[in-house]
T-cell receptor, first 112, second 115 residues
């Protein structure tokens, strides 16, 4: 069956450290993958998109990698801050006309 | 632009009542999506429209759910009759582009509680 799994429901790290979130998928061949941030009581907000032919994408303190062999995307936040605390969702798109299919998310808490 | 607008933000109703959720997408966006989010199941796509036409409603749980998009600036999701298991946060999202998988812009959601 098709599955998208994000490594853990919750991740706690210390301020200043690098947070690494994992998104694994099975039985999909995604054309590209997106990462969203969701704060409590709000809708998800788009952060980054990475295509299947791209290995890595960066935006300020954020970095996303995409390994189609391992069927995995890693999402890194360097020099993490308490303001980075939120739930992060990965979403993938299969094929040229596919929809976004979301993982359940990982709740990140950055402690001062 | 004000972003995607949803109303109401909160809805509490009794089992058996009709519930109507409303959405105004970002002006000029071609796609509109309705999602439901629960702790157990995460974010699930219910239905999406392209240029006001329903494209895929395979995520709609059952006949109690219906959605319409009478014009490019308005959509409704209706539940009739509502049941306690429908309690969830319902999001509307819109996107611009030539396919459904483009970056989506979400509204603030409607938190529905069915007693």
């Amino acid at each position: 069956s098709q599955k998208i799994e994000q490594n853990s429901e919750a991740l706690n790290i210390q301020e200043g450290k690098t947070a690494t979130l994992t998104c694994n998928y099975t039985n999909y061949s995604p054309a590209y993958l997106q990462w969203y941030r969701q704060d409590p009581g709000r809708g998800p907000v788009f952060l980054l998109l990475i295509r299947e032919n791209e290995k890595e994408k960066r935006k300020e303190r954020l970095k996303v990698t995409f390994d189609t062999t391992l069927k995995q995307s890693l999402f890194h936040i360097t020099a993490s801050q308490p303001a980075d605390s939120a739930t992060y969702l990965c979403a993938l798109v299969t094929g040229s006309q596919g929809n976004l299919i979301f993982g359940k998310g990982t709740k990140l808490s950055v402690k001062p | 632009d004000a972003g995607v607008i949803q109303s109401p933000r909160h809805e509490v109703t009794e089992m058996g009542q009709e519930v109507t959720l409303r959405c105004k997408p970002i002006s000029g966006h071609d796609y509109l999506f309705w999602y439901r989010q629960t702790m157990m199941r995460g974010l699930e796509l219910l239905i999406y429209f392209n240029n006001n036409v329903p494209i895929d409603d395979s995520g709609m749980p059952e006949d109690r759910f219906s959605a319409k998009m009478p014009n490019a600036s308005f959509s409704t999701l209706k539940i009739q009759p509502s049941e306690p298991r429908d309690s969830a946060v319902y999001f509307c999202a819109s996107s611009l582009g030539d396919r459904a998988g483009e970056t989506q812009y979400f509204g603030p959601g409607t938190r529905l509680l069915v007693l």
